[in-house]
């Protein structure tokens, strides 16, 4: 399986306390008229955490049902229980997901080699293609590019998430093995690809798909002068929308457009004011927000 381009780490939009399938219907539409090359439901842009397991299964089908066979998509099913982790994954391979996002597992900070046996089992007992999600800052723990290389070999084990905020371990992955790599902060997905990353996991892609795919593309292209201009019209953007813990700035803007109803679930919470007003700029600044 071969990634490349945009995929948007979804929102899951609430309203009135559950979540809101019409408004999530409307978003993903929104991603397919984008061209976007895929979409992730349940991820870390999710909410995951609040999510009950039986609202994130039905998130998931909801999103495989509305968008199989118009663009891929990569089923959230990571968890720092590995049992879990498969149980999940095995529920959105019968649901028709076409890959797995599978995050470094969290708190219990695994060993090199309980990283690799963890992300091992999930391939090998589910059967679908795996995505690593290397996100230190959220795990407490790095995936060592020694263990990247050895999962590489694991046909199932197809790319890496590189959330780690280093443009260097995009280099340093592609140096040992022969993986693909997509970036997982959208203000680094130009240098991640200048050196051989194939695309990025969007968060800001819910809001401009067809944006931050146009930019994926021409950087797979080869126009990185194209590239570049989008990325600096849209870096302020990138930036504000991680002022505060992701994914609340971006389903802030998203309430303001008028897209989503704003509502997270503790322990999220709205924005300060002057977080708010600074990211209100920016969407006037891009012609978004009178």
Known sequence: MKLAGCYTALVTPFK????????FAHLLDAQLAGGVAGVVPVGTTGESPTLTMKEHSEVIEFA????KGKCTVIAGTGANSTAEAIHLTKEAAAMGADATLQVT??????????????FSEVADKCGLPVVLYNVPGRSGKEIPIN?????SKNPLIVAVKEA???VERVSAIKNVCDITVLSGDDSLTLPMMSVGAKGIISVASNILPAEVQRQAQLALDGDFAGALAIHRKLYPLYKNLFLESNPVPVKAAMADLGMIAEEYR?????????????????????????
């Open 266 to 290: 503790l322990p999220l919470c709205e924005m300060t004011a002057a977080n708010r007003e600074t990211l209100r700029q920016t969407l006037r600044q891009l012609g978004l927000l009178q």
């Open 164 to 166: 780690a905020g280093s």
């Open 147 to 151: 263990v990247v290389a050895r999962l």
């Open 64 to 67: 495989i049902r509305h968008c």
């Open 105 to 118: 597992p969290y708190y219990n900070k695994p060993t090199d080699e309980g990283l690799y046996r963890h």
């Open 16 to 23: 009135n306390g559950v979540v809101d399938y019409e408004a």
